[in-house]
């Protein structure tokens, strides 16, 4: 292809700027990741940018040394490995019927709303966390999962999903004899695999974000998801991690090179869902928006 | 074999609503119950007492709200918030749009795409431990940067004049590149026989962009500002999952000294309701909130309905 002089310092500029976008994205998780792995004595010092100075892996080996972190850590997966199944399945039951027409079955309108509604309005915090306190949860680990086990949004995605499936196939499984739930797995559920591996990505990545539930519905710090513990930790500037146990740690770590050793180990399973997650995520971000 | 098939139509139907009765269960409690418990806004609420044995006290929590001398400049920095995010998360994702379209499908397309929608995925609390350290006077990256520049330490975030602006960039900062495949998708879906067209009429580069990309872009842009209308009042801007909001950013970020410009609709239904015990306040202030931005949504998604045919439905 041949460019004019134009096109070329245009091209360019195009790519200086997304390059410098790049950057931008990149330079402040460099910086905290320098920290981390640099001794406190040059981080002080202010000597650190984008490479560790000193380097060591004590701000690890302490963070890695509190049974608080490992508790957080432990409950997050848990939290996952509990919330993204429950997320699922209501997904998968919810949407195959709403999927279906009104011919079908009589109340789904009565039914979409009923879910719809709720992205809509809410109730508010308030009463909101009344209703979970009147019902024992606080402190509960059901507190992590119950409340947000209906993701009404991922439900709309795979409906939509599921009225894209040939209706053919679905009438051949009723002659054979198959119920709604032999027809659901067996039929809807392969055939939609990408949405539902863009559904399984996003509610792992909610689950462990999600940190303001954790932080007001559990009174006691031992319950705290990751992402709550590191709230109080990292985010409220008062705080500080060190007491007089550690220290053996004093000359090399210091609260600042610790908070940024945690908040990489808290973002590593969110960079090992990523490659994943960009196969993935145009199918997200264009729900609907987009016509084919 | 009509009957037969009425039976069949009736057994599926059970098996639908039992397909559907525990998520139904779980939303009435933890959707439809809060719903019921806007009527302590009513009330001068009292946990002791519960919803049915406070005392009613009419409109008085809604005359109370509208008479608090900071309301007004909550719902005035909240609109501030909100409408800067609302636009720059328009206007910057489909300019990285028009930007990532011009390179071609490449490598380093593929790159900058990886790298700019990361942010996206991660959470407020991280990532303000990540601002509060880059951004501190005394030890952030940014003001030891700035100094080599000769300019003076800024407080991003504990000046009161800065800390908006700085809510607004952190968070198109997180957003803009998620944000801009949207339009990205559009802009492959254009047919490029228009682009050929317009060559053979003589259309510059420029020309192009303003007559063939930018009026196939239009749909998709007015269709997601209508959709961001209902998080006006939360100060987002996105269209996400759980319907945008900016208080996991600025409760994360703020400090009293910054309440004069930071303080938000949601954050101060958040420190009167939890943190105080005003539990009817709150409620009232979070209804009268949850109407607005239901109207708005609603206006949103017909316009979207009726304008591009958009259903969510």
New interface residues.
């Given amino acids: 292809m041949h460019l004019s002089k134009q096109q070329k310092i245009f091209r360019i500029f195009n790519c200086v700027i997304l390059s410098i976008l790049c950057l931008s994205c990149i330079l402040p998780f460099l910086n905290l990741l320098a920290i981390s792995f640099s001794s406190s004595p040059q981080v002080a010092a202010g000597n650190v940018s984008f490479w560790p100075e000193d380097f060591t892996l004590k701000s690890y080996k302490f963070v890695l040394s509190k049974s608080e972190f490992y508790r957080a850590f432990f409950i997050s997966v848990m939290k996952v490995l509990v919330g993204v199944p429950v997320n699922m399945i209501i997904t998968l039951l919810v949407a195959y019927p709403l999927s279906k027409t009104k011919a079908e079955f009589r109340s789904r309108n009565f039914y979409m709303w009923f879910f719809v509604i709720t992205m809509v309005f809410s109730g508010g915090l308030v009463p909101w966390y009344i209703i979970i306190s009147k019902l024992h949860l606080i402190d509960s680990f059901w507190a992590l999962i119950l409340p947000v086990a209906v993701p009404v949004y991922n439900i709309v995605m795979l409906t939509n999903a599921f009225k894209d499936v040939p209706k053919g196939l679905e009438e051949a499984a009723l002659i054979d004899g198959a119920g709604p739930l032999t027809i659901l797995f067996r039929i809807y559920a392969p055939l939609c695999k990408a949405m539902l591996a863009t559904l399984v990505l996003f509610s792992i990545v909610s689950h462990w974000n999600s940190w303001f539930e954790g932080l007001i519905l559990m009174n006691r710090p031992d319950n705290y998801p990751l992402q709550s513990y590191l709230q109080t930790v990292v985010v409220n500037r008062d705080v500080t991690l060190m007491s007089n146990s550690d220290l053996q740690y004093f000359n090399v770590v210091s609260d600042r090179t610790s908070k940024a050793a945690q908040m990489f180990v808290a973002t590593l399973p969110v960079i090992i869902v990523y490659p994943f997650l960009q196969k993935y995520f145009t199918t997200g971000a264009t729900v609907g928006a987009v016509k084919e | 074999m009509r009957k037969e098939n009425r039976n069949?139509?009736q057994?599926?139907?059970r098996?639908?609503?039992l397909?559907?009765l525990?998520?139904?269960i779980?939303?009435i409690?933890?959707?439809?119950?809060?719903?019921?418990?806007?009527v302590?806004a009513f009330q001068d609420f009292s946990?002791r007492k519960?919803?049915l044995g406070s005392d009613f006290v009419g409109l008085e929590n809604f005359r109370y709200i509208f008479s608090l001398p900071n309301l007004w400049q909550v719902v005035g920095n909240t609109l501030l918030i909100s409408v800067f995010k609302i636009l720059g998360n328009i206007v910057f994702p489909v300019l990285?749009a028009l930007?990532?379209n011009?390179?071609g499908r490449s490598g380093?397309r593929k790159?900058?795409?990886?790298?700019?929608?990361?942010?996206h995925?991660?959470?407020w609390?991280?990532l303000?431990?990540?601002?509060?350290?880059?951004l501190s006077p005394s030890?952030g990256?940014v003001n030891?940067a700035l100094g080599a520049l000769g300019i003076d330490p800024v407080y991003f975030l504990g000046d009161k004049a800065w800390f908006p602006y700085t809510m607004i960039i952190t968070d198109l900062?997180k957003e803009v590149?998620?944000?801009s495949?949207?339009y990205l998708?559009?802009l492959t879906?254009i047919d490029p026989t228009l682009y050929e067209a317009a060559q053979i009429d003589g259309a510059g580069?420029i020309r192009q962009t303003l007559s063939v990309t930018m009026p196939a872009l239009m749909p998709?842009i007015l269709?997601?500002f209508m959709l961001s209308l209902?998080s006006i009042l939360n100060a987002g801007g996105t269209l996400s999952?759980?319907?945008s909001s900016g208080f996991?950013q600025i409760y994360?970020?703020y400090?009293p000294q910054v309440y004069e410009t930071g303080d938000i609709l949601?954050t101060l239904?958040?420190r009167l309701?939890?943190e105080n015990g005003q539990?009817s306040i709150?409620?009232a202030i979070?209804?009268v909130?949850?109407?607005i931005?239901?109207a708005l949504?609603?206006f949103g998604y017909w316009v979207a309905k009726k304008r591009f045919n958009?259903?969510?439905?």
């Fill in positions: 069949l139509k057994a599926n139907s098996t639908y609503h397909m559907l525990p998520a139904v779980l939303v409690i933890f959707n439809y119950g809060p719903m019921a418990g806007l302590m946990p519960g919803f990285i930007m990532l011009e390179v380093f790159s900058v795409q990886t790298i700019i929608n990361f942010p995925f991660l959470s609390v991280i303000s431990g990540l601002f509060i350290d880059i030890e990256i030891k900062w590149g998620y944000g495949i949207v998708a559009t879906a580069r998709t269709l997601m209902g999952a759980s319907g996991e994360n970020l400090s949601e239904v958040f309701g939890l539990y709150a409620t979070g209804m909130k949850s109407i931005a239901m949504m609603s958009y259903q969510i439905l």
